[in-house]
């Protein structure tokens, strides 16, 4: 459940962004995120994770633009700034060996499992799977930019399927992971 938690300032975001506005679901986002990272940091058992404070910067930045820079952008245009940012966060942390997913992982699995193979094949997987449910809402994001004639079902739907998938991967994976060791 923590890896989704971190997702709250993109809920929050998309939220406000279809209720209220763009510029405002950018300025809740990074304080959605701060507050996590707060928890994290003053938790015994959490620490501040890659991808919240990643999240952090990223909204914050998008926010402080919105709100001095006027740019002009659509809802199409400000999604894929967010969802870009996102999957870049989630690609960086694969590139360096680091998948998002196994700095949450480790606060639920024993110390002496972290250098497992199935451990890390795991969280690669995972993290994978989330880059490419972000690679999808980039795509969608693309095409609402780029074809504004297109409904914007076409972006609710790719990012309820891709979320939906990546969510049922990261809550089932786990386990069949676990299962496969005990046979083999």
Known sequence: MGVLLTFA????????DRLVGATEGLVVGPLVSAVLLVRDAMSADRTPKVLEIGTTILFGGLAVYALFGAPTWS???????????????????IAV??????????ER??????????FVRTNYVISAVWALAFFVLVGADLLLVYAPGLSPRVGILATVAALGAAVKVTGRYP?????????S
């Open 175 to 183: 386990e069949r992971g676990r299962v496969q060791a005990w046979h």
């Open 109 to 118: 699995v024993a110390r002496g499992l972290w250098a497992s193979p199935e």
């Open 75 to 93: 809802i199409a245009g400000v999604r894929l700034r967010v969802d870009a940012g996102l999957l870049l966060i989630v690609l960086v942390s």
């Open 9 to 16: 300032p993109l809920i929050a975001f998309a939220l406000l």
């Open 97 to 106: 060996r680091r998948p998002f997913t196994s700095q949450y992982a480790r």
